[in-house]
């Protein structure tokens, strides 16, 4: 075998995976949910989990995963994973990181020879950033269990296409997508490594950070309508124009949320004018709001309040405005127990182990709802991303494996301790019934318990 050094190996990967036909445009790295460099990024990915010594199937919400079998079959599985899909023209490392430092994890496994009590199995969820519909994480909630398929099937991309029908393109059937659902007797926990996407690690020069909780959000879309117009002929007071009125909602969103406490953001990401046109007054102004704090109720109380203010800035200026919810996620704390193990394995590396919580989202924030979860953030150049200019250093992606595997060694002590004594209460309980039966069975096996605890 070639040499192998892990978390170089990821980096350089994620690096390979930025650039050409993994992306949609020449130049840049977009790779949205379910375009042809989604499908191509995926089929690279079976290569490497192949090699590194995995089964590779694709699931029906489009997820791919490669199995890394226990040393028993059959055997529930800790998940570890992230997203392949990216913002339009992001950084290389937002999501990919984390598989690919899957993937190095089990090939390391796989080359010592080594099985775990439980299977390993590297997830690459497909849309956790929504950047082409305008719903996210509906890769990891079908898995999770918890999505609803009427809520997302009918959302369009820019060009039209409906989910349904991406879905259909790319060679699935959008009316099995829930088939992606697992059992939470299968799935032990899922464990996600992320760049941290700012800069509290790199201004305390630490490497790697643990995950306590992971923010609330909603997605909003606005659309304030007025009335279109010839742009040199209508009076400036004789105007029903939706621009300025948009501009002024903005300023209440970043005023509202200046003001707020437990971290509160809110953000206009996009915005369109229609019909789009240097000499015609736009008939409407749609701009998408992104609000997010440490808990639902603060949140809530910011979308609560910028809805009052939109409605109010219309109404002064004459014009209708509608304020529809896309989607909203709860805050979702990380597993205490997983925590403390990955806590313990970045504290064996001799490394402080830093606890921070993240205000982006991740698939992990769904994931909760199926397994406990935890989280392992690496240091990112400047906390920069959603930005070409996103980087991590090789050294840091190696410090990042090594944690991730002192962690599974962790995970598997606790696990093979808590299956035999749990072997054993059966064991003494079938005694109690029926004195003698466990002794006519020697080698007979109690199912392994789904969860640490
Ligand atoms: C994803 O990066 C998000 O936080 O929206
Ligand atoms: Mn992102
Ligand atoms: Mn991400």
């Not at 995970?411 to 029926?434: P, V």
Request: aromatic fraction near 4%.
């Amino acid at each position: 075998m070639s040499e192998f050094e892990i978390g170089t190996q990821a980096k350089r990967r994620c690096d390979l995976l930025g650039t050409g036909p993994f992306s949609e445009v020449e130049g840049q790295l977009t790779r949205r949910f379910l375009t042809p460099s989604h499908a191509r990024a995926l089929d690279q990915l079976a290569v490497w989990m192949a090699e590194a010594g995995m089964s590779v199937r694709r699931d029906a919400a489009a997820n791919q995963i490669g199995r890394y079998e226990a040393a028993t079959p059959e055997a529930p599985a800790l998940l570890i994973g992230s997203h392949i899909d990216s913002v339009r023209n992001g950084g290389r490392y937002d999501g990919p990181l984390g598989i690919l430092l899957g993937i190095d994890l089990v090939e390391a496994l796989h080359r010592a020879g080594r099985r775990l009590p439980f299977a390993v199995e590297v997830v690459a969820f497909g849309d956790e950033e929504g950047s082409r519909f305008a719903a996210s994480m509906s890769c990891s909630r079908a898995v999770a269990g918890t999505l609803d398929p009427a809520a997302v099937l009918d959302l369009r991309d820019a060009d039209g296409v409906t989910l349904a029908e991406a879905f259909t393109a790319f060679g699935l059937d959008p009316a099995r997508i829930t088939d992606a659902a697992r059992l939470p007797s299968e799935v032990i926990g899922f464990l996600e490594a992320h760049i941290e996407q700012g800069p509290v690690l790199e201004a305390e020069g630490l490497a790697l950070g643990i995950v306590t909780a992971i923010a609330a959000q909603k997605r909003l879309m606005v659309r304030i309508t007025g009335i279109a117009g010839h742009a040199g002929t209508t009076p400036m007071t004789l105007r029903k124009d939706p621009g300025p009125a948009a501009a002024e909602c903005m300023l209440a969103l970043e005023r509202i949320c200046q003001a707020g406490t437990d971290n509160l953001v809110g953000t206009v990401g996009r915005m369109t004018a229609l019909p789009g046109a240097f000499n015609v007054i736009p008939g409407a102004v749609e701009f998408s709001m992104d609000i997010r704090a440490e808990n639902s109720a603060t949140r809530d109380a910011a979308v609560e309040a910028v809805t009052a203010e939109i409605h109010a800035i219309a109404a002064r200026r004459g014009l209708a405005a509608s304020v529809t919810l896309m989607q909203a996620l709860s805050e979702s704390p990380c597993d205490p127990g997983l925590t403390t193990l990955l806590e313990a394995a970045v504290g064996d590396l001799g490394l402080p182990a830093r606890r921070l919580p993240s205000g982006a989202g991740h698939d992990a924030m769904v994931m909760a709802d199926l397994c406990p979860t935890a989280m392992l953030f690496i240091r990112c150049e400047g906390g920069i991303s959603h930005n070409p200019a996103e980087s991590v250093t090789e050294a840091d992606c190696a410090l990042a494996v090594r944690a991730m595997l002192g962690f599974v060694d962790k995970l598997a002590d606790q696990f093979s301790r808590q299956t035999s004594l749990s072997s054993r209460s059966e064991r003494d309980s079938a005694e109690r019934r029926d004195p003698g039966a466990t002794r006519a069975a020697p080698g007979s096996r109690s199912a392994p318990s789904g969860r640490p605890g």
